[in-house]
């Protein structure tokens, strides 16, 4: 099997991305894909939706605008791909009360 060299992989990150898709292609060419483009395509836009939307804390406008895209465009992509947007909340704690004179 030939194996293709990078020029120069850069920063640790770019590394990892490096290794990451090596493997996610050995997989897929190993089972036999005869989609491979559109399944990395899926796949990154997976990656990438997620974390977007998780920089902007699942703020689909402002996801949308930090990808280029219209916000209708970001939600048919996350119906395509089956992925849901949840937000957590955190209950805000109820202020500290200090006993005054009148609790006696």
Known sequence: MTRLTWGNPGTKTNQ???????????????????????????EFDRVLLRAVLTFTQGNQQQAARVLGVARQTLRNRLRELSLSITRSVEAEQEPTRHPGPQDG
């Open 16 to 42: 990892k991305v490096l290794r990451l898709t090596d493997t996610f292609t050995q997989q897929r060419l190993l089972a036999g894909s005869m989609d491979l483009y559109a399944e990395a395509h899926l």
